[in-house]
């Protein structure tokens, strides 16, 4: 690679060398074989999904969390159009605009969960939650719940009339979250479950990440790792108390495993919930994709591509960026947010994954947006400033993000080689050492139209 040409550590998604084409040949000519198996394929699904995928999914997940309650039943899975997409749809159903006091998000949120509440009506109800070493300051979000409902409406009629609503929506994403790359503690979990039991909340994680996991240790096997830490809606589960509509969702998304092009994913809850998901008409979203993905699922394709070449190659790259950083950045101020390290037991090794890291630049450095437009400008280099990363609406979290996230910026391997992403993070590094030397500029005008250029291009394509 030259160095006049761009490189782009903002973007979560897989590389299209990494897209499972063969597989996925093999199994469109398997389902367009005859009649008997292209038919029901090209109909319109059922409203949950194919069961044989819901199967196949419950299955899967069972063999990756080893919930200790027990095996997943494909009752409690069903298909969606992937995970924004269903994002939307849980909201429409089990939310209100008037009934529903507020929509908590971790801070950093990831970005396009923002417009995506906002559009199924709960526009202004947005409200930050601040984000600790364990993934979640739960006594800040307990303190804002209670005051919300204090100051709330207790007689407000929601105008919707659905079986069941929520009066508060916690979205979050536990596992290797988008952008800080942090892990949920296992405390902090349970005691979000028991907090939305008892402030009638819906948590809404995005658990896409989750099956891209390998030991911090690179010279550590896989074997070594252990179960995946559990889900919201496992521990929800498992804790006894709950009710027939659960306090969790889980969200899943097969565009980072397979194809963002497939547009299919799945999601957990109780029976009773996924079956209230089941009632729109049209069909299933994705039917088709969602056929050839179960058939990967039962070749068993599918998890070999997971385990044989999403793992190792994303491995070597998170590998490549974290020595990058800590051989180019670090030395010259920068810090990298890893939060507290997850292992599944004394035995099993500390885990990373997913798609991003979060590094934080010296307080006295110009904004996050400030270099992020110097990276641009200077260098040809894309990167995710903290500030698009506030939950759109709340004075207070843009307020802390002065402060905290907003001093920073994502990085993402996904999408780069290793190669691509070192020099991309020696690119950063002349950025850094241009703020030391005081060349760059606190322009917030041409920050400010650098991002609303980025938001146009980059974000909205951006997953």
């Not at 180019?328 to 599944?344: M, R």
Request: aromatic share 8%; with cysteine.
């Amino acid at each position: 690679m030259t160095s006049n040409q761009p490189i782009n550590l903002l973007l979560g998604w897989p590389t299209p060398a990494l897209h499972p084409d063969r597989s996925l040949h093999s199994a469109a000519t398997v389902v367009l074989a005859d009649n008997e198996t292209s038919t029901p394929a090209l109909r319109y699904g059922p409203q949950l999904g194919r069961e044989a995928l819901r199967q196949g999914v419950a299955s899967w997940l069972t063999d990756i969390y080893r919930p200790t309650s027990g095996d997943i039943a494909s009752s409690r899975v069903g298909i969606s159009g992937g995970a924004s997409v269903n994002l939307t749809n849980i909201l429409l159903r089990f939310s209100d605009p008037i009934y529903t006091r507020r929509v908590w998000m971790i801070e950093p949120t990831y970005f396009m969960a923002c417009p995506m509440i906002e559009d199924a009506g709960l526009t202004g109800k947005l409200r930050g939650v601040p984000e600790d070493e364990e993934g979640l300051d739960i006594e800040f979000l307990r303190n804002a719940i209670s005051k919300a409902d204090a100051d709330g409406d207790s007689e407000a009629k929601p105008i919707k009339n659905y079986p069941k609503l929520f009066r508060h929506i916690i979205y979050a994403v536990p596992t290797f979250s988008n952008p800080s790359g942090k892990i949920m503690s296992l405390c902090r979990r349970e005691e979000l479950v028991r907090l939305a039991r008892e402030y009638d909340a819906l948590v809404i994680t995005d658990d896409v990440y989750d099956a891209l996991s390998w030991p911090t240790d690179e010279t550590a096997s896989l074997e070594s790792v252990g179960p995946l830490p559990p889900r919201i809606v496992d521990i929800d589960r498992a804790l006894t108390g709950g009710s027939e509509w659960g306090n969790s969702v889980s969200n899943g998304s097969f565009s980072k495993i397979i194809a963002p092009g497939m547009r299919v994913g799945w999601f957990e809850g109780t029976p009773k919930f996924v079956e209230n998901m089941g009632k729109v008409s049209g069909g299933c979203i994705g039917h088709f994709s969602s056929s050839l993905i179960s058939q990967m699922i039962t070749t068993g394709e599918f998890t070999k591509h997971i385990e044989n070449v999403l793992i190792p190659t994303y491995r070597k790259r998170y590998n490549a960026m974290v020595a990058a950083i800590n051989k180019y950045l670090v030395p010259l101020g920068v810090k990298l947010n890893a939060g507290s390290s997850y292992q599944s037991s004394e035995d099993s090794a500390k885990i990373a994954g997913g798609y991003f890291l979060y590094i934080t630049f010296p307080d006295a450095f110009p904004s996050a947006d400030a270099l992020a437009t110097w990276a641009k400008t200077t260098q040809a280099l894309t990167i995710a400033p903290g500030s698009i990363f506030t939950v759109r609406g709340d004075e207070g979290s843009d307020r802390r993000s002065h402060k905290t996230f907003g001093r920073g910026a994502r990085l993402s391997w996904a999408w780069n080689e290793e190669d691509v992403i070192v020099e991309g993070i020696q690119r950063l590094a002349l950025v850094v050492q241009d703020a030391l030397d005081g060349k760059v500029q606190q322009d917030e005008a041409g920050a400010q139209t650098f991002l609303a250029a980025m938001a146009r291009i980059d974000i909205a394509t951006t997953a």
